[in-house]
């Protein structure tokens, strides 16, 4: 849709100009990945791990976006290294690189509520509407498994997002750590006001195992090509 790539650029700009977009896991330089694996031995100890490098998808297609009827648009993306691997590669080094940056914060965070593991989610409100629009990341509810998850902490990225109000095509955006308990692999549905979200978790599951099936596929190519000349 048009206006939704049109305010995801927007929130990037914006997240880049506030320090930088909310890194998923330092997971590659053996860091502490969302999900509580230690440094890259997370690539061997879980099959959906793949190389890095190879993946084509947009961040729209692992994203889970909701819209509350007071024309709030809400869109989440898992900052899971399972996932974002997919993407294609500016996107990922985007998103880690967000994730790196907040890699203090959020092991505060983990520390603080004193959690074996933690998933991250780089969510953002965009404003349809004119005049006013108030939105509440604490309200951000994800459902799975027969649980609902709320936020245990909110990272802000963007200038302004602590005043919870948005003005028209404006956007706002944060990482929102939830327990780790949360398992991307079962399906999930966001809510926000009561709203449910209108993405097919189940379909974004399929989407990424054949993304993770091409990857594997290309970084084998990859490794047969013979070096070019030095």
Sequence with gaps: MTVGRGWLAAGLVAALGAGGWPTATATAQGGVSPG???????????????????????????????????????????????????????????????????????????????????????????????????????????????????????????????EYRLRQREVQSGLLVFDGQLDLNQPITGIMESAASVTDWGAVLQRVERERTLVRSRAASAARRPPGPV
Excluded: C, H, M
Excluded at 123 to 128: G, K, P, R
Excluded at 131 to 154: A, C, K, M, Y
């Design 36 to 162: 509580g694996q230690q440094g890259v031995a997370g690539d061997t100890l879980d099959p959906n791990w793949v190389p890095a490098g190879f993946g084509t998808l947009r961040q729209d297609d692992i994203a889970l976006k909701v819209s509350p009827a007071n024309g709030l648009q809400v869109r989440a993306i898992p900052l899971d290294e399972r996932f974002i691997r997919l993407l294609s590669p500016d996107s990922y080094r985007a998103l880690r690189d967000l994730l790196a940056r907040n890699q203090g914060a959020l092991q505060q965070v983990k520390d603080r509520n004193r959690l074996p593991a933690y998933a991250v989610w780089y969510v953002s409100f965009f404003a349809l509407e004119q005049g006013e629009t108030r939105f509440s990341p604490q309200e951000f509810i994800l459902s799975n498994s027969g649980r609902d998850f709320r936020p245990l902490d909110v990272l802000p990225l963007t200038p302004g997002f602590g």
